[in-house]
């Protein structure tokens, strides 16, 4: 069985070795708490949801993923992610694809939490 972080379903996020690899490589720096969702996020979540009634889970997803970007160490990122197989080209592709990752368990969290459905299809 892989590994997943608290609250999450895998319903978006197929893969967390990625994340998992991530923080093993940031523990002890200022980046390790960083890798994590926080309250805050939850608060973004919610603020993007009371914007409108309905949200396209990609549009919200990548709006979030933009929200965790900045808070990605991309050397780490991207040895975490060549070694979880991943084929990335560099640090920003990597802070992406790692930011996708977070994005992902925050909505996976946020319907754990009823802040919002996704959809069965997804």
């Not at 900045?70 to 197989?85: H, P, S, T, V």
Request: proline share 2%; glycine share 6%.
């Amino acid at each position: 069985m892989s590994w997943k972080p608290f609250f999450a379903s895998s319903k978006l996020v197929k893969d967390y070795e990625p994340l998992k690899l991530y923080l093993e490589k940031v523990k002890g720096t200022k980046w390790y708490d960083e890798g994590f969702i926080t309250q805050s996020d939850f608060q973004k979540l919610k603020e993007i949801l009371s914007k409108k009634k309905r949200h396209k889970l990609g549009d919200l997803w990548d709006e979030l993923a933009k929200h965790f970007e900045k808070r990605i160490d991309g050397k780490a990122a991207l040895e975490a992610l060549r070694e979880a197989g991943y084929n990335v080209n560099d640090e920003e592709e990597a802070k992406k694809k790692l930011s996708e990752i977070l994005a992902g368990w925050l909505l996976e969290a946020g319907e754990e939490w009823g802040f919002f459905k996704i959809p069965e299809n997804a």
